[in-house]
């Protein structure tokens, strides 16, 4: 919990302060209203003018330019839309492996920061895990937030998840989508330390119902540099239960470190192909860094 426990000290929430996470927002132009802005809020924006036409409403007509010009015109304006925000933090076995790494602490961190980011713009915020405890979907998810105020409602699901089961990914976008909520943002936060075809059907499934996609692959420092010593072993996969016995050589892990760089790749290169905004979050003693410089960089916050 020490880890977690970052998400909530005024110093590091401070840091946050001046983010806005970077989202493609939907616009439409209305006539008149100023008040109307966003769906809630304000954040309206003179669009344009037009010529009067009969049956348009006389209270946004331009009364300067009739002064100047007698022609009579009538404003519209631009209307940022609201935008929700759903953040999907992975919550199956390899998430809290290796241990001293705190994998899963770095994974909550990270997700509650974004959910304050994105508070800052008063967006509906939640945050959701998955996971796949005794061979079912383990699906949580709080309350939609909207200021800032109320970004202490996420700590209960943040502290009370555990890492259990498979990573049911896709069921999880699957449960998701059958809420009907209108399209917005999905940030999905995950190791992805699965088969291609597993995170590809998640992605394609929110592309389809045209969510805006985000993914954040958290690591920890000793898993990115396959530091596991030569020797035997006996090693039990921590989400389906299976048992091996193996003999780790210098060149067995070298083969470990090359292949979870191959599958880096693929998932970049895959997001990239996609539109998807991908950054990768690598060792919990470079969250400072993450958040506030390689964030920015890559445009999911600015």
């Not at 974004?114 to 895990?129: F, H, K, T």
């Not at 119902?209 to 921590?238: F, N, P």
Request: aromatic fraction near 8%.
């Amino acid at each position: 919990m020490e880890m977690l426990a970052r998400a909530f000290e005024p110093a590091f929430l401070q840091r946050l302060d001046n983010l806005v996470l970077g989202i493609k927002r939907a616009r439409t132009v209305r006539l008149g209203r100023r008040a109307l802005g966003r769906v809630q809020g304000s954040g309206i924006e003179l669009e344009n003018f037009k010529d009067y036409s009969e049956g348009d409403d006389l209270r946004f007509l331009d009364w300067n330019a009739m002064a100047r010009l007698d022609t009579l015109y009538t404003k519209s304006y631009r209307v940022e839309r609201e935008t929700e925000v759903s953040i999907l933090i992975d919550g199956s076995a390899s998430m809290g492996l290796p241990v001293k790494d705190d994998k899963f602490g770095l994974a909550r961190v990270v997700s509650a920061a974004l959910a304050y980011v994105a508070l800052g713009e008063n967006d509906p915020v939640r945050l959701i895990s998955f996971g796949g405890a005794r061979g079912q979907l383990a699906y949580r998810t709080t309350e939609f937030c909207r200021r800032r105020e109320s970004y202490a409602s996420f700590r209960p699901l943040l502290t009370e998840i555990r890492c259990a089961g498979a990573t049911e990914m896709a069921r999880a976008v699957e449960e998701f989508l059958n809420q009907r909520r209108p399209p917005g943002v999905a940030i999905l936060v995950s190791d992805f330390l699965v088969p291609s075809s597993v995170y590809k059907a998640a992605f394609s499934h929110l592309l389809a119902a045209r969510y805006e996609v985000k993914a954040i692959q958290v690591l920890g420092s000793r898993e990115a540099a396959g530091s596991l010593g030569a020797g035997a072993y006996r090693l039990r996969d921590c989400e389906t239960g299976e048992v091996r016995e193996v003999t780790i050589t210098a060149s067995v892990v070298e083969a470990c470190r090359r292949r979870l760089e191959d599958m880096r790749e693929e998932l970049h290169l895959h997001c990239a192909g996609h539109g998807i905004t991908f950054a990768a979050a690598v060792g919990a003693q470079n969250l400072d860094d993450f958040m506030v410089r390689e964030l920015p960089r890559l445009g999911l916050v600015r």
